[in-house]
């Protein structure tokens, strides 16, 4: 069974479309996370959710909204999409936020064209 | 502002030797260091974690030192071995609800058989 799983893997759109990226784990973590690897491959975090709570949102535009069902799931949807959103997206769980040690998704490579 | 950074993108190693990976940051509230491993196509994996109370953390063939007043780590692989080839990453946090990660930009190692 994968411990954070994220779907899709690969996702193309066009510009102006909206799109969702679902991730789930089944680690029984409180804390989930999104980040960006972007095309200078560095990997920065978007959004951290607490027990479905929004904990931190890292100055990312208003287009880009995550949602959290229930624990176990945090979903991205971004809203009219620009071409310099293409980057891939991990979706990462730790048991609290207390303990740093994340695991990650597989990534979801979003190209926009 | 790059916080933590990791200076060598590249490192080639032979199997058997010793790989030695290195990282330094500059803000000093960081109190916990993570290296993750990350092969092509798939999300980090975590590898070995140290507090900032420590400067050694030792598990199996990998070790982190910590060396607080240089604001440097490295991992130690011995020895290396080809499946090890993959792209690393240090990640430095500051311990609290928040569980975020501020990652380096990565160095990849390349084992030679």
């Known amino acids: 069974d994968t411990a954070v799983s994220q779907t899709p893997k690969y996702l193309v759109t066009q510009m102006g479309n909206d799109k969702s990226i679902k991730c789930e784990q089944n680690?029984?973590?409180?804390?989930m996370y999104w980040y960006k690897q972007d095309s200078k491959k560095f990997l920065k975090i978007m959004f951290s959710?607490?027990?479905?709570?929004?904990?931190i949102n890292e100055t990312v535009p208003n287009r880009f909204s995550p949602k959290s069902p229930d624990k176990a799931h945090l979903n991205l949807h971004i809203n009219s999409l620009e071409l310099g959103d293409s980057a891939v997206y991990f979706c990462?769980?730790?048991?609290?936020?207390?303990?740093?040690?994340?695991?990650f998704g597989q990534g979801t490579r979003l190209t926009v064209v | 502002d790059q916080q933590v950074k990791q200076n060598s993108p590249s490192l080639s190693v032979q199997e058997g030797r010793i790989s030695i990976l290195n990282c330094d940051y500059t803000?000093?509230?960081?109190?916990?260091f993570l290296w993750y491993k990350k092969y092509p196509a798939e999300g980090p994996t975590f590898l070995i974690s140290i507090s900032s109370i420590k400067d050694k953390n030792e598990d199996g063939r990998f070790t982190v030192f910590l060396n607080k007043s240089a604001k440097h780590l490295s991992l130690h692989i011995v020895p290396s071995q080809p499946g090890d080839s993959a792209v690393y990453f240090c990640a430095a946090s500051v311990i609290s609800n928040t569980g975020k990660l501020i990652f380096g930009q990565g160095t990849t190692l390349q084992v030679k058989p």
């Open positions: 990462a769980s730790s048991q609290d936020g207390l303990i740093p040690e994340a695991f």
């Open positions: 680690l029984g973590h409180d804390t």
């Open positions: 803000n000093s509230m960081f109190d916990y």
């Open positions: 959710y607490n027990n479905k709570e929004l904990i």
